[in-house]
């Protein structure tokens, strides 16, 4: 009995050490990742990721895509609208580029997204008061299939700087017609 729990204790530890062995260096790989979609992003977006937060919500006909600042500064916000606008142009007109250049050739879901025929995907950007944002809406599976691929991408590629938002019905403002009572 004595041996066999040695064993057990003895597998634990190298099991515990390897952990922490790993994770450092795991964590390296996921830093330095970061790092370089944040510095080409820098050359992509005019304002400072650091000072924003990307929210991606998931819906059932596509989903919301958010940049807000994370402390109220009008200049990062004009910077956002900006961006957000001429993207939505961009995205509306097939032209996915953008996204291409932050994330690479190979980003899920663009490939997919870049299929839409007109009129298959509807991409409308409105201000938010500390930003902007970006509704996308199709009645074709793939095409949720595919933003919905591309929101996790981002979420991944961004790190801290953007997270997955669970629950659209706390963010009143994602449907136009409530849009005048949130405002």
């Not at 509704?135 to 591309?150: G, K, S």
Request: glycine share 6%; charged share 25%.
């Amino acid at each position: 009995m004595r041996r066999r729990s040695a064993n057990v204790i003895a597998a634990s530890t190298a099991v515990l050490l390897g952990a922490t062995v790993l994770s450092p260096l795991a964590i390296a790989e996921v830093t330095v990742h970061e790092r370089d979609v944040a510095q080409r992003g820098a050359r992509v977006m005019p304002f400072t990721l650091a000072a924003t937060t990307h929210i991606f919500t998931k819906m059932a006909d596509g989903g919301v895509q958010q940049v807000v600042t994370k402390h109220h500064d009008p200049k990062q916000a004009a910077l956002i609208r900006e961006h957000l606008a001429v993207i939505a142009r961009q995205f509306s007109a097939g032209d996915f580029e953008a996204p291409e250049q932050i994330h690479g050739k190979d980003m899920p879901g663009l490939a997919a997204l870049r299929t839409a025929q007109p009129g298959e995907l509807k991409i409308d950007y409105r201000d938010l008061p500390d930003g902007g944002e970006i509704v996308y809406r199709t009645d074709e599976p793939r095409l949720v299939a595919a933003l919905h691929a591309w929101f996790d991408a981002q979420v991944s590629d961004h790190g801290h700087d953007a997270m997955m938002e669970r629950d659209p019905g706390m963010m009143m403002h994602h449907h136009p017609t409530d849009a005048a009572t949130t405002e």
